[in-house]
């Protein structure tokens, strides 16, 4: 019988209190909060609910109805968001392997794409 347990997140509010004060645009729409009047929120890659931590590498900053969106399981919202990783954000990219395997990460983008 094995006592393997996950790694708990890290969670560190101080990181996520600077994002916040550094948020100025949606990095998936480049809208920002004074251009469009919408709020903006920090969103984690890998879901806190899922094991995610809080590290700039699982961290992106999105509109909040992108944000919400995506919560509410919205296909658009899901596949921008995984290409934005895939193109945009290769330190997230690795984050995702290290955090889930290459096949763990293959998974996300698969759960996350249009098929």
Request: aromatic letters at 6%.
């Amino acid at each position: 019988m094995s006592d393997w347990k996950p790694e708990p997140r890290i969670k560190n509010p101080q990181l996520m209190e600077k994002l916040k004060h550094q948020m100025d645009a949606c990095e998936i729409t480049g809208l920002t909060a004074v251009q469009s009047g919408l709020r903006l929120h920090l969103h984690h890659v890998i879901l806190r609910s899922q094991g995610g931590d809080d590290v700039e590498e699982n961290i992106l900053c999105v509109t909040g109805d992108l944000h919400e969106s995506y919560h509410r399981s919205s296909r658009m919202a899901r596949h921008s968001i995984a290409m934005h990783v895939w193109s945009n954000r290769p330190d997230v990219w690795a984050y995702l392997g290290r955090k889930l395997g290459a096949s763990g990460r293959e998974e996300w983008f698969r759960s996350h794409t249009y098929d």
